[in-house]
């Protein structure tokens, strides 16, 4: 696949999906950003803005299998990855794969189940592998989590623990439309949902090709020493008590490839990583109590290294 087509079948997916969530091209763009550069992305808002949609347009989007894990209290790991089950019929253990074994997984709330459960998908995750019973099951091919979380200061939520938050490549949110928007969007739904009509542009073959694509996207030594200096200056930092890890920079880089190849470019400017740094890494980065406490916000620390941080080409 040439690079000027990998821009175009990005733009027919981002196009496709806003028929469905309207007004929030950013947001589009960024969740085809973390699919398509092999990551997975937290969309962090309040009810009731999309979140749920998103998902299920992104998946109808690019033809691929959907699952939906509503995560609760009373929710138990192998409710997510699956178990090992007792066939009468064979005399023999069986696993039995859970909905977690799909190529779009939407972990809906994620943050309202306890740390256990939430735990369960770190392997997923990562590895692209569940082990049951001291057996390894591989999970689909592209695999794609979308978690969905309400703000923490909600009652009755678990916040994710940092390993958990890792792994996810972006961090997005939704935020609510502008009147235009939702004037279009109570227009659009009035008889039907435009998710009933909505065809698929592209499917998963397509969108394993263009992973692979993405990942061939040059990147310059010197982006590469950009990204190091940036990550260096949140381990330094004196308000941060965790700076961005080994993964977030290769997240950070990688993301970058994607949104290269999505303007049609098969190399990395310093501009890509500047546009994606914040939803790759404010997430990522842990203030230590006191800085909270003094109102210090990681997403105001990423602006301002990126402004200060010079590209040494």
Do not use: W
Request: aromatic share 6%; charged share 20%; glycine share 6%.
């Amino acid at each position: 696949m040439e690079i000027h087509q990998f821009a175009a079948n990005f733009e027919r997916m981002a196009n496709n999906v806003e028929r469905v969530i309207v007004g929030k091209r950013a947001v589009v763009e960024g969740a085809l950003i973390g699919l398509l550069s092999g990551g997975h992305i937290l969309l962090e808002d309040v009810p009731g803005v999309g979140k749920t949609m998103l998902a299920k347009t992104i998946s109808r989007t690019v033809g691929a299998n959907y699952k939906r894990i509503q995560f609760t209290p009373d929710l138990l790991p192998s409710d997510v990855t699956g178990t090992v089950v007792f066939d009468q019929g064979t005399g023999q253990f069986n696993f039995r794969e859970g909905p977690v074994f799909s190529h779009v997984v939407l972990a809906d709330e994620i943050n309202r189940a306890s740390p256990k459960t939430q735990s369960a998908l770190l392997e997923c995750m990562e590895e692209g592998q569940v082990t049951a019973d001291l057996q390894t099951h591989y999970l689909p091919e592209p695999f794609f989590v979308i978690a969905t979380q309400n703000p923490t200061e909600y009652e009755g939520v678990y916040p994710l623990p940092e390993s958990q938050l890792d792994r996810f490549a972006l961090r997005l949110s939704i935020g609510y439309p502008d009147a235009a928007a939702e004037r279009a969007l109570m227009m659009q739904q009035r008889v039907q949902h435009p998710l009933e009509t909505l065809e698929s542009v592209a499917d998963v073959a397509l969108v394993h090709e263009m992973q692979q694509v993405a990942r061939e996207v040059g990147v310059h030594e010197a982006i590469y020493d950009y990204i190091l200096r940036i990550a260096g200056a949140t381990r330094d930092h004196r308000s941060l008590a965790l700076g961005l890890s080994p993964r977030g920079a290769l997240a950070l880089s990688r993301a970058a490839q994607a949104l290269a190849a999505s303007r049609g470019r098969d190399y990395v400017t310093p501009d890509d990583v500047k546009i994606v740094a914040p939803p790759a890494m404010s997430h990522r980065l842990i203030p230590l109590p006191e800085a909270r406490m003094n109102g210090f916000s990681p997403e105001t620390l990423v602006n301002d290294l990126l402004q200060t941080i010079p590209v040494e080409v």
